[in-house]
């Protein structure tokens, strides 16, 4: 690579400020109280991400009387739920071709359940005014290899066989490139009503503010330090106060969870996204983008990308960064060497707009678990439930996992309940140095695989067939 094309590309990130785009808002809700004193509730909520504000919003309206209390470490959406990219998709099960290979028998049910999941999520962001952006423009996947196009295709034609391509649409090079002007494009499926684009700090400020509104009682920077039984219920320790509840919902996703055998079911995952400057008619013109769908490219090592409400292009994904001990620190949060990586593919993606320049460079963990889609389980006698292992795809499948949470908590055989993918777990990680080990291999495999046209190597095929197979 020559020197002057990394310079040139570097020097789109001169201005960039090392924090996430969507929190640096001048709307952000001031923090509520830390708890300090005792409380009892009938249901206390841990966690102040998706998972948590929708399982404390729901619990209020299944039941305006129950008494609901909400903790939260730091802030309401500061975590992954409030810097990632916006994309609101109806896949339970981190998209269909993880879902078709693991739960091939329940995978009608599993996409009906999350097409009407997201149905509810638009209710609700109308019913409750939240004030998110939110569009449901679809997501395009899109082929930037001739492998990657004929991959497309044959999926295509697999959903169709088996009854799942409503509402798809098969874009050959031309039809793609329609859309979205990139001379990278070659092929894309068009998922027309299953993905919405929207803020994701707004909808967890509003989120919180409809918990507020129906009587839910959040405490911010008060994290969570002891979960123990106590008479019927469960008591929970804080820095400077303590809850007594009868039931409890753990919605902590990749920070340690109060169950400590859950631990070993995920590792932090660090993902980073840039944001560009806001686009010129002129500039937005060059590339269409006109139905502002969100995209992602179809390599093992992907992009995802969209547009903001004001133009600007989100640009996130590609490396996927495990750190030895599976350890959360800030410092990790911002990684330079991605950043320039990621300018470099973002300018071959879209040569048109040389000269942009990026505002916003981010990064953070998410949690993911061997079957790269949520579990859920209880724990105390029923008293306690919990879900994690989103893998990135919890903007929308957190309001089933809510849904889910509750339903274990009242101890109701419901179709969420008896669902395969509800009652068992995935495979637990391995300790170190087995974890790293594994993931960095990997992380290698699925590297070389997309520059030898798609080719899994021993070690990907073998992870197959265990029912660990990683593919997007």
């Known amino acids: 690579m020559a020197p002057s094309a990394m310079n040139r590309w570097t020097r789109s990130l001169s201005d960039a400020q090392p924090v996430p785009y969507w929190?640096?808002?001048?709307?952000?809700?001031?923090?509520?109280?830390?708890?300090?004193?005792?409380?009892?509730?009938?249901?206390?909520?841990?966690?102040?991400?998706?998972?948590?504000?929708?399982?404390?919003?729901?619990?209020?309206?299944?039941?305006?009387?129950?008494?609901?209390?909400?903790?939260?470490?730091?802030?309401?959406?500061?975590?992954a739920s409030g810097r990632n990219?916006?994309?609101?998709?109806?896949?339970?099960?981190?998209?269909?071709?993880?879902?078709?290979?693991?739960?091939?028998?329940?995978?009608?049910?599993?996409?009906?359940?999350?097409?009407?999941?997201?149905?509810?999520?638009?209710?609700?962001?109308?019913?409750?005014?939240?004030?998110?952006?939110?569009?449901?423009?679809?997501?395009?996947?899109?082929?930037?290899?001739?492998y990657q196009a004929r991959e497309l295709r044959d999926w295509y034609e697999e959903m169709e066989r088996e009854?799942?391509?409503?509402?798809?649409?098969?874009?050959?090079?031309?039809?793609?490139r329609e859309q979205v002007d990139s001379p990278t494009f070659q092929a894309g499926l068009w998922d027309r009503g299953g993905v919405a684009m929207l803020n994701p700090a707004k909808l967890a400020w509003g989120l919180k503010r409809a918990c507020l509104a129906l009587g839910v009682r959040i405490y911010e920077h008060t994290p969570a330090l002891t979960l123990k039984p106590y008479g019927a219920g469960m008591a929970v320790r804080t820095p400077y106060g303590s809850v007594r509840?009868?039931?409890?919902?753990?919605?902590?996703?990749?920070?340690?969870?109060?169950?400590?055998?859950?631990?070993?079911?995920?590792?932090?995952?660090?993902?980073?996204?840039?944001?560009?400057?806001?686009?010129?008619?002129?500039?937005?013109?060059?590339?269409?983008?006109?139905?502002?769908?969100?995209?992602?490219?179809?390599?093992?090592?992907?992009?995802?990308?969209?547009?903001?409400?004001?133009?600007?292009?989100?640009?996130?994904?590609?490396?996927?960064?495990?750190?030895?001990?599976?350890?959360?620190?800030?410092?990790?949060?911002?990684?330079?060497?991605?950043?320039?990586?990621?300018?470099?593919?973002f300018?071959?993606?879209?040569?048109?707009?040389?000269?942009?320049?990026?505002?916003?460079?981010w990064g953070g963990a998410i949690d993911t678990c061997s079957r790269f889609s949520a579990f859920f389980g209880t724990a105390h006698h029923?008293?306690?439930?919990?879900?994690?292992?989103?893998?990135?795809?919890?903007?929308?499948?957190?309001?089933?996992?809510?849904?889910?949470?509750?339903?274990?908590l009242a101890e109701e055989s419901t179709e969420r309940t008896s669902l395969e993918m509800v009652r068992k777990k995935p495979l637990p990680f391995p300790p170190e140095p087995f974890a790293w080990t594994g993931i960095a291999l990997t992380k290698w495999s699925l590297a070389r695989a997309d520059s030898h046209g798609g080719h899994r190597n021993l070690w990907l095929r073998t992870m197959d067939r265990l029912g660990l197979g990683f593919d997007s």
Request: hydrophobic letters at 40%; charged letters at 25%; aromatic letters at 10%.
């Open 23 to 79: 929190l640096e808002d001048p709307g952000k809700p001031h923090p509520e109280p830390a708890l300090t004193g005792a409380e009892t509730c009938d249901l206390l909520v841990v966690g102040g991400g998706y998972s948590g504000l929708w399982t404390a919003l729901i619990a209020k309206e299944r039941d305006p009387a129950r008494d609901v209390v909400l903790l939260e470490g730091r802030e309401a959406g500061w975590a």
């Open 85 to 146: 990219g916006g994309f609101c998709a109806a896949s339970l099960t981190h998209g269909l071709p993880n879902g078709l290979t693991r739960w091939p028998d329940e995978i009608h049910k599993l996409q009906e359940l999350g097409a009407r999941n997201l149905d509810e999520i638009e209710k609700a962001v109308a019913r409750h005014s939240l004030d998110c952006d939110f569009e449901r423009t679809g997501e395009i996947d899109v082929a930037t290899e001739t």
């Open 163 to 176: 009854g799942l391509a409503g509402g798809v649409e098969f874009l050959d090079a031309e039809a793609v």
């Open 245 to 345: 509840a009868r039931k409890v919902a753990l919605g902590t996703n990749i920070f340690p969870n109060l169950v400590k055998r859950v631990r070993a079911y995920t590792v932090p995952v660090y993902d980073y996204a840039l944001m560009t400057e806001p686009l010129s008619e002129e500039q937005l013109a060059s590339i269409g983008w006109k139905n502002r769908q969100g995209l992602g490219d179809s390599a093992n090592q992907f992009h995802y990308f969209r547009l903001s409400a004001d133009n600007r292009i989100l640009w996130g994904g590609y490396d996927a960064i495990h750190h030895y001990g599976g350890r959360v620190r800030r410092e990790y949060d911002d990684r330079p060497e991605t950043y320039a990586k990621l300018a470099r593919h």
């Open 347 to 361: 300018f071959t993606c879209f040569p048109q707009l040389e000269g942009v320049r990026f505002t916003h460079a």
């Open 382 to 408: 029923g008293n306690v439930a919990y879900a994690a292992g989103y893998t990135g795809l919890g903007v929308g499948a957190t309001r089933f996992g809510a849904e889910v949470m509750l339903d274990l």
